[in-house]
């Protein structure tokens, strides 16, 4: 089971804290570049396979990771579950999962919270991106993929307990009504 989604990191600044009394100018480069990163977070070893670009994530996009997936020969029934993007539900890349025998599962609409590759996206974006100033686009880049390929060594650790499968359910659900 993989958990699939894209995160679409864009270079300018994202403050951790700021507080002041005076006016503050914050470095900042100019342009609004994106790296876009397609990712399947596996949900129990938590490799990660991705599909990175500079432009845009499309139907091509999620059909090459899938075809990544397929080439690990696992022998297992492989699922992914992700998100209502247009990209990831278009007739291409359903015809392609079905071809290789891999499951669509799709969350309900407005429900990060379940995909768990999220967290994932959320702790690359503290590590890399908060408080940093990248004064060139390929160090940015680069920051972000130093930091993804070290998911399973130097951060490991942190995100064994980031990334569990326990998602708060409710027995009942209860409405209050005005």
């Known amino acids: 089971m ?3 989604d894209a995160a679409h990191f ?10 002041s009394f005076t006016r503050i100018f914050i470095k900042a480069p100019a342009g609004r570049k994106r790296f876009n990163v397609l990712g399947a977070l596996d949900a129990i070893t938590h490799k990660l396979i991705t599909v990175t670009n500079d432009s ?8 090459e990771l899938l075809l990544k997936i397929y080439e690990l020969n696992l022998g297992i029934p492989i699922t ?18 079905k071809a290789l025998n891999i499951e669509l599962l799709y969350l309900p609409p407005y429900s990060p919270n379940l995909n768990l590759i999220e967290r994932l996206w959320k702790f690359v974006k503290k590590q890399c991106l908060y408080s940093i100033y990248y004064s060139d686009f390929s160090v940015f880049k680069n920051a972000i993929v130093e930091c ?4 399973d060594t130097k951060h490991k650790e942190e995100l064994d307990s980031l990334l569990t499968l326990k ?3 409710f027995k009942q659900s ?5």
Do not use: H
């Open 2 to 4: 993989y958990f699939l």
């Open 10 to 19: 864009v270079l300018s600044p994202f403050l951790g804290y700021l507080w």
């Open 56 to 63: 845009y994530i499309n139907s091509q996009s999620v059909s």
């Open 80 to 97: 992914l579950i992700l998100d209502n993007a247009r990209y990831q539900k278009c007739y291409l890349v359903q015809e392609l999962a």
């Open 148 to 151: 993804l390929d070290q998911t």
């Open 167 to 169: 998602f708060q359910t």
């Open 174 to 178: 209860q409405f209050l009504n005005n």
